[in-house]
């Protein structure tokens, strides 16, 4: 496959993260304790969809950089933040209060992630 198809293909991933996780952010921030779960479902599934077309991309990728083995530490630091990002919905779920601070989270990790992805440091 073509580089600009895994890049397509993260970014569209990436979208769908960030929509998920705010929507599911906002409705905890928000206490909504209604009796139709079928919207926050729906986030929920979106949520894993962006993830898994985040790494499936992702190490497509990196397979086309030809990047292997040991892996860069700014490789190392996405794939924490996608972790933390994909551990967000269900800590949330867990503890309601906790949705403020995922809330900042989120938009670090968007940062960390960037620059990470843009200036390759180490």
């Known amino acids: 496959m073509d580089m600009s198809f895994y890049r397509i293909l993260h970014i569209i ?14 409705n905890a921030m928000t206490d909504r304790a ?4 079928s ?12 993830l898994l077309l985040i790494v499936i991309s992702g190490f497509g990728m990196l397979a086309k ?4 083995w040991p892996l860069p530490g700014w490789i190392w630091i ?3 933040v996608w972790v933390l ?19 900042i989270l989120t938009i670090v990790f968007g940062v960390v ?10």
């Open 13 to 26: 991933g990436i979208l769908l993260l960030f929509q998920s996780l705010g929507a599911y952010l906002f």
């Open 34 to 37: 209604s009796g139709d779960k």
């Open 39 to 50: 919207a926050l479902k729906m986030v929920t599934r979106l949520h894993g969809l962006g």
């Open 65 to 68: 950089l030809q990047l292997f």
């Open 78 to 80: 996405m794939l924490i």
């Open 85 to 103: 990002s994909g551990l967000s919905v269900f800590l949330v779920k867990k503890n309601p209060a906790s949705a403020r601070m995922w809330w």
């Open 113 to 122: 992630t960037v620059l990470m992805g843009v200036l390759k440091p180490f």
